[in-house]
């Protein structure tokens, strides 16, 4: 199994688990963060880049391996991922390093060459 | 002198001192910051978006200031920068709260009403 | 002005601003927010106490200004207080100590001895 | 071996070698770490549940892990866990809920349907 | 008064107000803390450079004023708090950089030209 | 193969995809990041020390582990490895203890008995 559908299966399996566990500030705030992508003002491409930055520069995989996907369903090309990554590095510094490599791990399932 | 002005004042002051202290690695590091805004794959616009929405999260009141500037003259609107402050906040959670009322006393010089 | 009268008027007048800027994901967050310190399964003491630890670690004044108000509110007496402010500071470690002290200097307003 | 017996066996060897190591203010801050969750004017169900929260919005799932048994252990009921980690998702926001799915997870281990 | 002086007259104040209010965890945590920057294998020099990144890659203007003095007392010169201070920001990234402002305005104080 | 191989063997095909991406921004960082811990003001062993205990206070294994080989490599010895363990637990508090757990994991290879 890759990388990504490793993260797709765990990630099913325990929203569930979180989503029927019946807490109702719970299972607003992930429609909340649902919708906080969906398009309005901003388009969901640059969306999903917000998305994926802030989760580089807080620096957890997960949420990086997730916005990277939808990132790329939104037409994020190799080249706008590379300026986006460059973005979170500066910002964040010498420790995203290993969140980038993780990145550029799950880009090669994505995008391969 | 607004908080605005105030800002651009004690920035000017304090990186004209880093600036000229001589360490190379300072230097280069901040034309590496100033080279990751300027257009690539992405426009400015979004490039501007990405700092601002990652300033937010690590809830730095300064680089907040300064990427809302970046972002009006890069020409973000109104209801762009609420869609972007609304994805630090979801992303970042109640404790960036502080900043998103920061940013919109900002905003508030930057877009009178 | 006392540092606490201070931080209600301003933290009203930019709340006043973020809820009245129509962006309905920030009002509903607000809402959630509000929500996730009402009597549940906790009580409203062990919430804000909950509150005030998480705002301690994330190091932000202006929250734990807010959550020391609302657990004196909520009966938290000067002594868990410190108890939960020690446990604090052994999750977060010196750097937390500042507001470690800015906690001490509300609680000065808060608890007059 | 399930997840709780890898922690508690990992975490037990490890200790061992840092205490063994010699340097007195590690074993002085272990010492203070623990006494920090002993009963005082807060009772230690409630200083566990402040463990918890500050591991999540910290985003360590060893430390997520090791809160959620001892919580158990002290009574904390299934609804009042997830009182608490909705504060903590509130706080901490959607960065958070990777470390809500691993505490899910470990409950599910704790507290078998 | 200069911000050196403002900064030690708040902090004397306030370590006071903690350390008398008699809770015996949070004492004894502060004396761990001031025993890590005595000698032992590693001279105090190096000790307080240490406690200076730390505080600058975790963004505390109050540490990274008291490790700056601390620094300055053990013979730390402007070259090496340059490159001290250049690994932070390497590390940190640039949201470090509004703290490197404020390092260099208190060396400013400290190391006059 | 033992955790310093998988971590070099990782790192080494990561680091090649990064920098044969041809993004010029990400490039010069990597160098940047490199010329941080080139003599300077302060010795290798120094610099060594200040990327440890900043990558430990920020708590990334990753970065705690190529550390720790360098400062080995720069002649750092064990109880100079637990002084500067112990300023980072001190400042970063019981939150960085399973990456002290980590650091002592990896010493356990890199300084047999």
Do not use: W
Request: with cysteine.
């Amino acid at each position: 199994m890759s990388k990504i559908e490793q993260f797709h299966s765990y990630r099913e399996k325990m929203n569930q688990k979180i989503l029927s566990c019946g807490h109702l500030g719970m299972t607003r705030f992930f429609n909340l963060d649902a919708a906080a992508y969906r398009e309005g003002a901003l388009p969901v491409k640059t969306l999903e880049l917000l998305g994926l930055v802030a989760s580089t520069v807080l620096r957890c995989n997960e949420c990086i391996t997730y916005h990277l996907i939808k990132c790329k369903d939104a037409g994020v090309t190799r080249e706008e991922f590379y300026d986006a990554l460059n973005v979170a590095v500066i910002v964040g510094g010498s420790i995203t390093i290993p969140h980038i490599r993780h990145a550029f791990e799950i880009l090669g399932e994505l995008l391969p060459e």
